[in-house]
């Protein structure tokens, strides 16, 4: 079965670059959420999409900025990068936002900078 | 977010039964119950979910107390590739979108 694709999955930037992290959720899911996990930590939510809207939003730097495109899938926008963002970011999708329907993760896009 | 209390680590041996407890006293009528885990070096991966009533599935089973307080995820017969940290998150019914993380538990699965 179609899972959540994320790419890259490796990215090596330089401090104050932007880099760019794509996701594209399985077909016919109208939901995706992004996440950022240090080293070490608990994935950390960040923000999330419905229907190409922002439903909800999390620990999100204001450097950062996200969309959801009309095929759903789903960019995360990163600028004047930091040693600090250096992490994993994992996207996850599911069928609907709602409380009761599991969501589906993607093996995630590993950022370092330099 | 209503929060849940996990222990920080478990063990268990290979082709035994694991019950992982969670605690979520503060737990609403409309928050679902869900498991999540993360293998190393991976995204985490959906385990079971319920709202009132004890749910079966091909991976685990899920425990949920009357009250609602505390439920207990099932591993029937842990394997090695069961080596995971295991998160227990309440998603609120009225409050959609968001999936929120807390400290899970560190299982450890001896051979």
């Known amino acids: 079965a179609a899972g959540v694709i994320q790419s890259p999955r490796h990215l090596i930037k330089e401090k104050r670059e932007t880099a760019t992290l794509k996701c594209y959720p399985i077909?016919?899911?109208?939901?995706v959420y992004w996440y950022q996990q240090g080293p070490g930590q608990d994935p950390q939510f960040l923000i999330s999409?419905?229907?190409?809207?922002?439903?909800d939003k999390g620990s999100i730097p204001d450097r950062f900025s996200a969309q959801q495109f009309s095929d759903y899938h789903s960019e995360l926008n990163m600028s004047s990068l930091e040693l600090g963002d250096s992490a994993l970011y994992f996207c996850?999708?599911?069928?609907?936002?709602?409380?009761?329907?599991?969501?589906?993760f993607g093996q995630g896009t590993r950022l370092t900078v330099v | 977010d209503a929060k849940t209390t996990q222990p920080n680590s478990m063990e268990s041996n290979e082709e035994e039964p694991v019950h992982l407890p969670c605690n979520h006293s503060?737990?609403?009528?409309?928050?679902?119950i869900h498991w999540y885990r993360q293998l190393p070096s991976q995204g985490p991966e959906y385990v079971i979910h319920?709202?009132?009533s004890n749910v079966n599935n091909r991976m685990a089973s899920l425990a949920i107390a009357e009250d609602r307080k505390s439920s207990t995820l099932i591993l029937h017969r842990a394997t090695l590739r069961d080596a995971a940290v295991y998160y227990c998150?309440?998603?609120?019914?009225?409050?959609?979108?968001?999936?929120?993380f807390g400290k899970g538990t560190l299982l450890t699965v001896n051979p």
């Open positions: 319920g709202l009132t």
């Open positions: 077909p016919r899911h109208d939901t």
């Open positions: 503060t737990i609403s009528g409309t928050d679902y």
């Open positions: 998150i309440l998603r609120d019914g009225g409050s959609n979108y968001k999936l929120t």
């Open positions: 999409f419905y229907e190409k809207m922002q439903s």
């Open positions: 996850a999708s599911s069928s609907t936002g709602q409380a009761r329907t599991e969501a589906f």
